[in-house]
Antibody, heavy 118, light 113 residues
Framework: EVQLVESGGGLVQPGRSLKLSCAAS????????MAWVRQAPTKGLEWVAS????????YYRDSVKGRFTISRDNAKSTLYLQMDSLRSEDTATYYC???????????WGQGTLVTVSS | DIVMTQTPSSQAVSAGEKVTMSCKSS????????????LAWYQQKPGQSPKLLIY???TRESGVPDRFIGSGSGTDFTLTISSVQAEDLAVYYC?????????FGSGTKLEIK
């Protein structure tokens, strides 16, 4: 059974940093692209970043480019999102997803809430 | 960026009724090399993570009931629920995975009368 378990969310002040983790199991992690998708409170879904299966290429939405870094450790089957210079508009539930390139986001974690506030 | 426009934003139907919702993209999602439309539909029930329902615009994900039907091509897509059940109460999102940045529609909230 595919499982994606996020951790690392919490309350952080504007301008500070936070690192999210996603532990994957139930599939061969190194074979798949992975992604982070977020959802602000009462809002819709917003793709944040994707990473290829090897980690050799990464993709970001413009609003997080230069502030967020997606990475992965295939030996640990873990996906990361390093978030720097956080802003209030980054407040959201962050979902770890398996990015099945030809099929969309086939699996989702339960999400971890990030609140950026002073 | 490809803009995804979903209508209506919400609708209320009675159990057993048929419902359709629309998703339009600002450019074609049809990949000519394989003739596939890179369009997915997701269902998000209250308090839950999204769930993939349909990919390639019309292919049902494994385990998804056959009352969920995806159709359309190019820039115009439709999700039909042939006979709505109470458990279908959710927000439905379309998403293009044709190119980056990947983009979602704003969602259609389905309410059960």
């Amino acid at each position: 059974e595919v499982q994606l378990v996020e951790s690392g969310g919490g309350l952080v002040q504007p301008g500070r940093s936070l690192k999210l983790s996603c532990a994957a199991s139930g599939f061969t992690f190194s074979n798949y692209y992975m992604a982070w998708v977020r959802q602000a409170p009462t809002k819709g879904l917003e793709w944040v970043a994707s990473i290829t299966n090897s980690g050799g290429s990464t993709y970001y939405r413009d609003s997080v480019k230069g502030r967020f870094t997606i990475s992965r450790d295939n030996a640990k089957s873990t996906l990361y999102l390093q978030m720097d210079s956080l802003r209030s508009e980054d407040t959201a539930t962050y979902y770890c997803t398996r990015d099945d390139v030809y099929y969309g986001f086939a699996y989702w974690g339960q999400g971890t809430l990030v609140t950026v506030s002073s | 960026d490809i803009v995804m426009t979903q209508t209506p934003s919400s609708q209320a139907v009675s159990a057993g009724e048929k419902v359709t919702m629309s998703c339009k993209s600002s450019q074609s999602l049809l990949y000519n090399e394989n003739k596939k439309n890179y369009l997915a539909w997701y269902q998000q029930k209250p308090g839950q993570s999204p769930k993939l329902l349909i990919y390639w615009a019309s292919t049902r994900e494994s385990g998804v009931p056959d009352r969920f039907i995806g159709s359309g091509s190019g820039t115009d897509f439709t999700l039909t629920i042939s006979s709505v059940q109470a458990e279908d109460l959710a927000v439905y999102y379309c998403q293009q995975y044709y190119n980056f940045p990947l983009t979602f529609g704003s969602g259609t909230k389905l309410e059960i009368k």
